[in-house]
């Protein structure tokens, strides 16, 4: 069974920095693409970053040159660094993946940004 397990939020100042790991269970991690997702109060769930198998990653315009996903096979984890955080940040973030026809998401961890 597939477990998908955020950990890293918190409340941080803008300007800040945050580093977001999904460590991931269940499934043969090094085949599949990770995804960050995040969900801000009152708005729907949207695309932060995408990394395949082979490493190439995709942001949203909104945190390019700020947000970076990197993954660590050997530890099945994937990690999203944070950085220049904005109050706009401020969401659920959840670590996403899909095999088979089925997506898989974790629970999320909280990001609030805010002085």
């Known amino acids: 069974q597939v477990q998908l397990v955020e950990s890293g939020g918190g409340l941080v100042t803008p300007g800040g920095s945050l580093r977001l790991s999904c460590l991931a269970s269940?499934?043969?991690?090094?085949?599949?693409?990770m995804g960050w997702y995040r969900q801000a109060p009152g708005k729907q769930r949207e695309l932060v970053a995408t990394i395949t198998s082979a490493e190439s990653t995709n942001y949203a315009d909104s945190v390019k040159g700020r947000f970076t996903i990197s993954r660590d096979n050997a530890k099945n984890t994937v990690y999203l660094q944070m950085n220049s955080l904005k109050p706009e940040d401020t969401a659920v973030y959840y670590c996403n993946t899909g095999m088979g026809g089925m997506t898989y998401w974790g629970k999320g961890t909280l990001v609030t940004v805010s002085s």
């Open positions: 269940g499934m043969m991690f090094r085949i599949y693409a």
